[in-house]
C-alpha cells in the first residue's frame, strides 16, 4: 500500500498560488435522523413547523489525492468520474448571466461533448443546470456536504419527466440510462472551494442513504453519504475554463461504477485574495 503524505496547510502570499498535491482537509458527511424517520431536505422555504432538513451532519478529516497527472487513469466506468481537456466553447464569461443565454451557448457544446465522450451514448436529454458561486450574496453556492445528486428511483422519474412521449420513455427506461452532470469552472483556474469526489470503486452501498429532496410541487431523492474510512477522496487542482468534470450520478448497468460522492471543500492552502469559485454543472440523461 502506499503511503499518502499530507501537504502543510500552509497559505501563500501570492494571490496567484494554486494549491496542488495531496492535502488533509475537513468534509461533511451525512449523519441519520435521531429518530429513525425518512430523511428529507427542502429544497426551497420549508412549510411553517418543519425546518430545513432533519437529519444531521458531521465532521471528518479525510485525504486528498490530487489526480493531476493521472487523472486519464479514471474513468466513468470504474470511478464514474472522468476529466476531459481543451474542450472547445463558444461561451464567454458573460455567457452565464442569464438562464437563455446558458441554454442558447452551452447547452449544445455540452450535448456534443456528451455524444462524443460517453461510450455508447446516442441520446442526450439536459434537463437543468445550476451557477454556483462562493459568494454569500450568490443565490447558490459551493455544497459543502458529501452527496450524490440522484438515486435510482429519481433517475427512472427523471426519463418519465424529461422524455415527452410516454411510449418511448418506457421504452428507454428498458435500455441503459445514465445521469451525468458536467461540472464547469467560469473562471480558472480554481484556487478556493474546489471540487472532493470519491472514486466509486470505494464506495460501499451501505454507505448512501436515500434522501427526500423536496421541491414546492415534486419530490426527488439524493443521497447522504456516510462516512467510511475505506473511501478514497481525490481533487483534481486548479482546474482551468477548458476543463469538464463529468460526474455521474445514476447509471442502470450492472458491474460498474454506478455513481460519485462528491462536494466542494475547504482548502486552508487557498492564498489571500483567491479568486472566489465560480461554477456551472449541467445535469444529462445520457442513453446508450
Known amino acids: 500500500m502506499t503511503t499518502t503524505t499530507t501537504t502543510s496547510a500552509t497559505k501563500s502570499n501570492d494571490p496567484n498560488y494554486i494549491p496542488?498535491?495531496?492535502?488533509?482537509?475537513t468534509?461533511?458527511?451525512?449523519?441519520?435522523?435521531a429518530d429513525g424517520s425518512t430523511p428529507y431536505n427542502y429544497v426551497e422555504t420549508p412549510p411553517p413547523g418543519h425546518p430545513q432538513r432533519n437529519y444531521q451532519e458531521g465532521p471528518q478529516k479525510v485525504q486528498l489525492t490530487d489526480i493531476r497527472g493521472s487523472e486519464a487513469t479514471y474513468t466513468l466506468d470504474k470511478d464514474a468520474v472522468a476529466v476531459l481537456h481543451n474542450t472547445p466553447t463558444a461561451t464567454t464569461y458573460h455567457t452565464f448571466d442569464t438562464d437563455d443565454e446558458v441554454k442558447k451557448v452551452y447547452y449544445p457544446e455540452v450535448t456534443k461533448l456528451l455524444l462524443d465522450n460517453v461510450p455508447g451514448a446516442h441520446k442526450v436529454i439536459l434537463f437543468d443546470h445550476t451557477i454556483r458561486r462562493e459568494n454569500p450574496a450568490a443565490p447558490r453556492q459551493p455544497v459543502n456536504r458529501a452527496h450524490v445528486d440522484q438515486t435510482p428511483k429519481a433517475a427512472a422519474e427523471r426519463v418519465r419527466l424529461h422524455v415527452t412521449d410516454p411510449a418511448e420513455a418506457e421504452e428507454l427506461l428498458k435500455g441503459r440510462y445514465r445521469i451525468i452532470n458536467v461540472w464547469k469552472p467560469l473562471?480558472?483556474?480554481?484556487?478556493?472551494?474546489?471540487?472532493a469526489f470519491a472514486s466509486a470503486a470505494s464506495v460501499n452501498p451501505e454507505d448512501l442513504v436515500p434522501v427526500e429532496h423536496r421541491y414546492?410541487?415534486?419530490t426527488g431523492e439524493t443521497m447522504g453519504v456516510k462516512f467510511n474510512p475505506g473511501q478514497k477522496w481525490m481533487y483534481?487542482?486548479?482546474v482551468e475554463e477548458h476543463e469538464r468534470l463529468l460526474l455521474k450520478c445514476s447509471d442502470t448497468k450492472d458491474g460498474v461504477g454506478k455513481w460519485v460522492p462528491h462536494t466542494a471543500f475547504t482548502d486552508e492552502r487557498s492564498p489571500e485574495g483567491a479568486r472566489p469559485r465560480e461554477s456551472i454543472e449541467v445535469r444529462a440523461l445520457v442513453f446508450g
Open 236 to 238: 483534481l487542482s486548479g
Open 187 to 195: 473562471t480558472g483556474p480554481v484556487q478556493s472551494s474546489p471540487l
Open 20 to 25: 496542488r498535491g495531496p492535502v488533509e482537509t
Open 216 to 218: 414546492p410541487h415534486r
Open 27 to 33: 468534509l461533511t458527511f451525512y449523519v441519520p435522523p
